[in-house]
Nanobody
């Protein structure tokens, strides 16, 4: 069992930056790939990006590529989502999730453990 807790959400103006954190506890964090997803009001949850267990590979949705960066610190059992050049359309609840190691996958059903989410709101 892995427990995930996101933090760092808030209200930011368009063009600003935020860094989300996802702290893990439980089973060995470094064994899992980690992903970030988001769900805007009235929309389905979508893949934002992910990182392999070692941190050696990342993958991003086209909508955030070049603006968002995922990193992890296995010593701190934490994965991060650095969000720059934020847009109003980035407003959503952001979730972190853990999946079995392998390539970074975008499918939600490949992720086993989920956090409770943190709200990110971008104002114009």
């Amino acid at each position: 069992q892995v427990q995930l807790v996101e933090s760092g959400g808030g209200l930011v103006q368009a063009g600003g930056s935020l860094r989300l954190s996802c702290a893990a506890s439980g089973r060995i964090f470094s064994s899992y790939n980690m992903g970030w997803f988001r769900q805007a009001f009235g929309k389905e949850r979508e893949f934002v990006g992910g990182i392999t267990w070692s941190g050696g590979n990342t993958r991003y949705a086209d909508s955030v590529k070049g603006r968002f960066t995922i990193s992890r610190d296995n010593a701190k059992n934490t994965v991060y989502l650095q969000m720059n050049s934020l847009k109003v359309e980035d407003t959503a609840i952001y979730y972190c999730a853990a999946s079995i190691a392998g390539p970074v996958l975008a499918g939600q059903n490949t992720y086993i453990y989920w956090g409770q989410g943190t709200q990110v709101t971008i104002s114009s």
